[in-house]
């Protein structure tokens, strides 16, 4: 006579099938979660760089950039807008964030002016001649000036 092999528990295969779906649904959650921090870092906030470019219908855009990447241009300022020339991107006050020696190409996006990072040895750039920490205009010796209060900084640039 043959031993009788008794068959799967059904108690454990139901054990197994619950840690599964707990496992499951800790994966999604986890996975929702840095999705949606990812999402809320990569829009800029005080102290970060950014590029502007051209979005929908030519509207200026702002697109957070790390601050060594050679095309970054601006810095988020904190708070709303101090006194100064800075240029907003909607609820955001952004401020030239640029070295001495570096070139940068006016541009237009629907009546606003901002400037890009561009090779020096192009046509229509204008070179930083001067960064100061003080607010001061006539730091750059009657040429173009961007001037910002808080924190104090001027930027010079060549005629």
């Known amino acids: ?70 095309e ?18 909607g609820d955001l006050c952004l401020a030239l964030d640029v070295a001495p020696g570096d070139c940068l190409k006016p541009v237009e996006y629907q009546g606003v002016s901002a400037f890009h990072r561009w090779p020096c040895d192009q046509a229509d750039v204008r070179r930083v001649t001067r960064v100061a920490d003080t607010a001061d205009r006539g730091g750059c010796d009657g040429g173009p000036a961007h001037v910002y209060a808080t924190p104090p900084r001027t930027v010079c640039l060549d005629r």
């Open 72 to 89: 970054a241009t601006y810095r988020v300022s904190s708070g709303p807008c101090p006194e100064g020339d800075h240029l907003t991107a």
């Open 1 to 70: 006579m043959d031993p009788v092999t008794p068959g799967p528990d059904p108690l454990r295969r139901r054990k197994v099938a619950t840690v599964l779906v707990i496992a499951s649904v800790v994966v999604l959650v986890l996975g929702a979660g840095v999705v949606f921090v990812l999402g809320r870092t990569s829009n800029p906030a005080a102290g970060d760089c950014v590029v502007t470019s051209g979005g929908p219908s030519n509207a200026m855009a702002v697109r957070k950039i790390d601050c060594g990447a050679p």
